[in-house]
């Protein structure tokens, strides 16, 4: 379905974000985002002109994480930068992410550590990003306790504990006013 369409345009850049998640022989999991900007046209740097469809910034950045979404390893790279053998040396700092825990805080510390010169914009989105998807690459990896309130109730609107939406299918943790049915085994085929 996607946006609706707006007046004629041209195309002048594009960032690509990928992310992947993955399960490890050992244990652990890593989640692994790589950043790219190009330009539709040749493009002029203060550093030299990149060539239309060049990558003016490539930089990866892979999080290792435990069950309890506590990240035991970081390695961040560069492929493409628009100061080379500038840019690329902040690279090393990205393993003070080593020791954070991915819980409520987390995105506040990400801007202690690397916000403005303390680290790359770009790599510094990843961290964040990495995050979110970390969530996504746990889903069903760990087992929900009953008692504890469900980690993504509260973090979006559909979730509030005042929704429909929880009132439905979380019908322990619901708070809102107006009765709702409760889910039966045919929503969940």
């Not at 390695?75 to 902040?90: E, F, K, S, T, W």
Request: hydrophobic share 40%; aromatic share 8%.
């Amino acid at each position: 379905m996607g946006l609706d369409p707006t007046v004629a345009r041209q195309p002048l850049h594009r960032r690509s974000i990928e992310i992947q998640g993955y399960q490890r022989e050992d244990g652990l999991f890593d989640i692994e985002g790589h950043l790219v900007d190009t330009k539709a046209r040749e493009f002029k740097l203060a550093a030299g002109v990149r060539a239309a469809g060049e990558p003016i910034h490539g930089m990866w950045l892979r999080i290792t994480v435990d069950r309890n979404l506590h990240i035991v390893d970081a390695a961040a790279a560069m492929d493409a930068m628009p100061y080379v053998d500038q840019c690329n040396r902040i690279v090393p700092a990205y393993r003070l992410l080593v020791g954070l825990a991915i819980r409520p805080g987390y995105h506040q510390r990400v801007k202690e550590l690397f916000g403005g010169v303390r680290g790359c914009t770009h790599i510094t989105e990843l961290a964040s990003s990495l995050a979110t998807a970390a969530f996504q690459t746990m889903a069903g990896q760990r087992v929900q306790d009953p008692e504890k309130k469900p980690f993504q109730l509260d973090r979006c609107h559909a979730l509030a504990e005042t929704s429909p939406v929880v009132g439905r299918y979380y019908p322990k943790w619901y708070k809102g006013a107006d009765p709702v049915a409760p889910a039966d085994e045919a929503d969940h085929h």
